[in-house]
């Protein structure tokens, strides 16, 4: 089992900037794929954000310019910096990894309003 715990999640206002951090922990042997996924109320989840081990990247067109994912493959982490959000960035964001198998973080709360 692999588990996650995210962080940096809060309230910002339109324009400005936030950190998300993803930590992995328990019987990590190859974590492959990670990244970011987000839910809006009434919404479906969906892809913000992927980082290969080997750091190629993929954005939803929503967030691309915006937001930057990375990760550090000798600690577990993966994070996602997003600069110029917008209301519409409103959402639960999940951290993912894949092991084999999906794994998912609680979900940390971003709230993008004035």
């Known amino acids: 089992q692999v588990q996650l715990v995210e962080s940096g999640g809060g309230l910002v206002q339109p324009g400005g900037s936030l950190r998300l951090s993803c930590a992995a922990s328990?019987?990590?042997?190859?974590?492959?794929?990670m990244g970011w996924y987000r839910q809006a109320p009434g919404k479906q989840r969906e892809l913000v954000a992927i980082?290969?081990?080997?750091?190629?990247?993929n954005y939803a067109d929503s967030v691309k310019g915006r937001f930057t994912i990375s990760r550090d493959n000798a600690k577990n982490t993966v994070s996602l910096q997003m600069n110029s959000l917008k209301p519409e960035d409103t959402a639960v964001y999940y951290c993912n990894v894949w092991q084999g198998v999906a794994y998912w973080g609680q979900g940390t709360q971003v709230t993008v309003s004035s």
């Open positions: 328990g019987s990590i042997r190859s974590i492959s794929v």
């Open positions: 980082i290969s081990s080997g750091g190629s990247t």
